[in-house]
């Protein structure tokens, strides 16, 4: 109830010097402490609290200090005069070190002020402490301080991504591990005939805190560039190495007519009896046809495939036999 310390900014309750008393004494020497607080985690920390003060300016006030080794020694946190920091420098040096920057003088109502303190995360040991002084002479009505709070934002360890690609039944069979996955919301994967243009797959992989990831891919080149971006939670997003998968090809293979309307011919020197599958896709990979044909025996032969149907765009026909794939540009009319 005594101006210049009365109030509070939450609850009912304020930490004062003097709690009835009008004024402060001359030579006043006053410590308030906080708890030890745990800062071994990474992240950031922020030091926060109100105050109201009324003392005589540059001579009687107050300091905030830390200590990392449980009271055995304390430092004055940021010697600093600043905006929602200390707002003068001592005068002399009756209390303070000439110089020193501390709060004092008159702020008559509760002023918010607060410090970033992330230089002492792994510690496990803070303690912070306010120190008030006074003079010999001149008083005040003292200070008040309220919702003294340690702000705490964890900061999850770098996810490592670690990409591996192969050819395998006709598809680019991609694997991820990820070291933490705590932070991941979900991954995409981007391809590249070149290694530098990457164009992204529609597919979201949601993560589920696993540690390995596999996707399957029908690439439209014979060589393929890959890479993974993970989504993580905070907002940032971060890129995994890049692979590269070729596939063998068919030398003699030939697809006519290019620019096609109706049909396209597939003419190839096939080496051995099987079955060699015909798959058409479009510029995201997606599969939009497909067809077999049985190899009865090694040699020269031609296939018909009908397109009438396809609207006209950009196509990518895969041809694959028991060995290799070959992969060919297709233009619809």
Not at 267 to 291: C, D, E, P, R
Not at 298 to 313: D, E, M, N
Request: glycine share 6%; net charge neutral.
């Amino acid at each position: 109830t005594i101006p210049g310390k009365n109030g509070f900014v939450s609850a009912s309750n304020a930490w004062v010097t003097g709690l009835t008393a009008a004024n402060y004494n001359n030579h006043d020497y006053t410590i308030l402490y906080s708890p030890a607080f745990d800062f071994s985690g990474a992240g950031t920390y922020t030091l926060q609290f109100y105050t109201k003060f009324h003392t005589e300016p540059q001579y009687d006030g107050y300091i905030v200090e830390y200590s990392t080794n449980k009271g055995l020694s304390w430092t004055q946190l940021n010697n600093t005069v600043a905006t929602g920091w200390y707002n003068t420098t001592a005068a002399t040096s009756q209390i303070f070190p000439a110089g020193t920057a501390f709060f004092s003088g008159t702020q008559s109502t509760y002023s918010f002020v607060s410090q970033d303190v992330s230089f002492l995360a792994g510690t496990p040991y803070v303690c912070f402490r306010f120190v008030f002084k006074t003079d010999r002479v001149v008083v005040g009505s003292g200070a008040a301080i309220d919702d003294f709070e340690i702000l705490y934002n964890p900061t999850l360890p770098n996810t490592a991504l670690n990409l591996q690609g192969i050819h395998k039944n006709g598809q680019n069979l991609l694997t991820w591990k990820v070291e933490n996955p705590q932070n991941v919301q979900f991954y995409t994967v981007e391809y590249s005939p070149d290694g530098s243009h990457f164009y992204a797959l529609p597919d979201k992989i949601q993560s589920t805190q696993s540690k390995e990831y596999t996707y399957s891919h029908y690439s439209p080149y014979s060589r393929t560039f890959y890479r993974v971006v993970q989504h993580n939670k905070d907002g940032q997003n971060r890129f995994s190495n890049i692979v590269e998968i070729s596939i063998a090809e068919n030398t003699s293979l030939i697809v006519y007519p290019i620019p096609a309307q109706s049909s396209l011919s597939v003419q190839a020197n096939f080496n051995a009896i099987g079955k060699v599958q015909y798959t058409l896709l479009n510029t995201n990979g997606q599969i939009v046809l497909t067809q077999n044909e049985d190899v009865q025996w090694a040699g020269a032969y031609t296939h018909s495939i009908s397109i009438q149907s396809l609207p006209a765009g950009i196509y990518y026909l895969r041809i694959q036999e028991s060995h290799q794939t070959t992969v060919k540009k297709i233009v619809k009319m």
